[in-house]
T-cell receptor, first 111, second 115 residues
């Protein structure tokens, strides 16, 4: 299965701390994307990183990709209570945006 | 607010009912998707439309019937569903296929309960 596996499954931190989530996958990819989902709502795209890229930044988000290890990480710096959500990695094998989502990490940021 | 609008937000239907889920986007995207998400699980791809043509059907049972009447609208027709079909149904859209990948824009979903 192409499905990514995130770890940890759940993460609880205090506001101001950094949160790191990891994603592993099994086959070659064209790109990898990270999404956030607040409870019961749709997913929001965070970052897309292509297979020839190693690191990408967007505001407080930093994503790395290691294709040799088939893994990616999402770092959220200086977390806020509003960052509380589930975070999913999604792999795109072909580049045609047919995504396969990982199991997700539930992040809880306490004030 | 999301730029992909799904209606209704909630739907309760019996196993003999016929209902439809609707999705609309005005971002000029030419690829549209249906995903199904069970509680505490990741979204699972059901269908992909590209330029109003069905390009992917992930072996979805025929009681789910998608339709793309035009480039802005996507429907999912439901008939003779089972209680295990209860889930959050998510619609998404993206730029046309480009072989370099595009982010998906999701609606907030329709919470479906089959009784």
């Amino acid at each position: 299965s192409q499905q990514g596996e995130e770890d940890p499954q759940a993460l609880s931190i205090q506001e101001g701390e950094n949160a790191t989530m990891n994603c592993s996958y099994k086959t070659s990819i064209n790109n990898l994307q990270w999404y956030r989902q607040n409870s019961g709502r749709g997913l929001v795209h965070l970052i897309l990183i292509r297979s020839n890229e190693r690191e990408k930044h967007s505001g407080r988000l930093r994503v790395t990709l290691d294709t040799s290890k088939k893994s990616s990480s999402l770092l959220i710096t200086a977390s806020r209570a509003a960052d509380t959500a589930s975070y999913f990695c999604a792999t795109d094998r072909s580049g045609y945006s047919t995504l396969t989502f990982g199991k997700g990490t539930m992040l809880l940021v306490s004030p | 607010d999301t730029e992909v609008t799904q209606t209704p937000k909630h739907l309760v239907m019996g196993m003999t009912n016929k209902k439809s889920l609707k999705c609309e986007q005005h971002m000029g995207h030419r690829a549209m998707y249906w995903y199904k998400q069970k509680a505490k699980k990741p979204p699972e791809l059901m269908f992909v439309y590209s330029y109003e043509k069905l390009s992917i059907n992930e072996s979805v049972p025929s009681r789910f019937s998608p339709e793309c009447p035009n480039s802005s609208l996507l429907n999912l027709h439901l008939h003779a569903l089972q209680p295990e079909d209860s889930a959050l149904y998510l619609c998404a859209s993206s730029q046309p296929s480009s072989r370099v990948g595009s982010p998906l824009h999701f609606g907030n979903g329709t919470r479906l309960t089959v009784t």
